[in-house]
T-cell receptor, first 115, second 115 residues
Framework: AQSVTQLDSQVPVFEEAPVELRCNYSSSVSVYLFWYVQYPNQGLQLLLKYLSGSTLVKGINGFEAEFNKSQTSFHLRKPSVHISDTAEYFCAVSESGNAGNMLTFGGGTRLMVKP | GAVVSQHPSWVICKSGTSVKIECRSLDFQATTMFWYRQFPKQSLMLMATSNEGSKATYEQGVEKDKFLINHASLTLSTLTVTSAHPEDSSFYIC???????????FGSGTRLTVV
């Protein structure tokens, strides 16, 4: 079984400032890692995912994340945020190599971008 | 990319009635779909895994007789909330595994309010 911990429930930040949303996971097997964004009353949109290869993953909307196996982390970063980035962000894991395996989500981090 | 259509986007029903939520994969065949429930300001909780042509697998604590899941075709899964009560009010989201890729596409969610 795996678990995901998002260390910050809320992250306030000023517009154009950099931001990092933290995610740590626990698993006894190899995992795939995902970051999703959710706007109010909407489903989840994939920002990026790590399956294998380069540990630095670039996603949509200027976001990137780095997989750190030794620290079991997959933190999400953006060098300069916009008001429109205000949303809920979820980190998730699934067992690697298993085509039908479910996603396990972290508790979410609410990013609040202030003007 | 893969698209999952979920409807209705919101529904209000009277206590004791049943509500059906549909989740369709528009441009791919989804042998496996997942149903999640999300309470306000909380993460997604997996309710059940729906497999085409077979019975759904429910997570511990989810009443299978209350939340009926049917996955009769490769493009359609339905969740029926039977004899709904106010405590069933929540945001329900479906997800499908993208074929050939390790990713998951989410529907836009259904806001259920039971009065």
């Amino acid at each position: 079984a795996q678990s995901v911990t998002q260390l910050d429930s809320q992250v306030p930040v000023f517009e154009e400032a950099p931001v990092e949303l933290r995610c740590n996971y626990s698993s006894s097997v190899s995992v795939y890692l995902f970051w999703y964004v959710q706007y109010p009353n909407q489903g989840l949109q994939l920002l990026l995912k790590y399956l294998s290869g380069s540990t630095l993953v670039k996603g949509i909307n200027g976001f990137e994340a780095e997989f750190n196996k030794s620290q079991t982390s997959f933190h999400l970063r953006k060098p300069s945020v916009h008001i429109s980035d205000t949303a809920e962000y979820f980190c998730a894991v699934s067992e690697s190599g298993n085509a039908g395996n479910m996603l396990t989500f972290g508790g979410g981090t609410r990013l609040m971008v202030k003007p | 990319g893969a698209v999952v259509s979920q409807h209705p986007s919101w529904v209000i029903c009277k206590s004791g009635t049943s509500v059906k939520i549909e989740c369709r994969s528009l441009d791919f065949q989804a042998t496996t779909m997942f149903w999640y429930r999300q309470f306000p300001k909380q993460s997604l909780m997996l309710m059940a895994t729906s497999n085409e042509g077979s019975k759904a697998t429910y997570e511990q604590g989810v009443e299978k007789d209350k939340f009926l899941i049917n996955h009769a075709s490769l493009t359609l899964s339905t969740l029926t909330v039977t004899s709904a009560h106010p405590e069933d009010s929540s945001f329900y989201i479906c997800s499908a595994r993208e074929p050939g890729r390790y990713g998951y596409t989410f529907g836009s969610g259904t806001r259920l309010t039971v009065v």
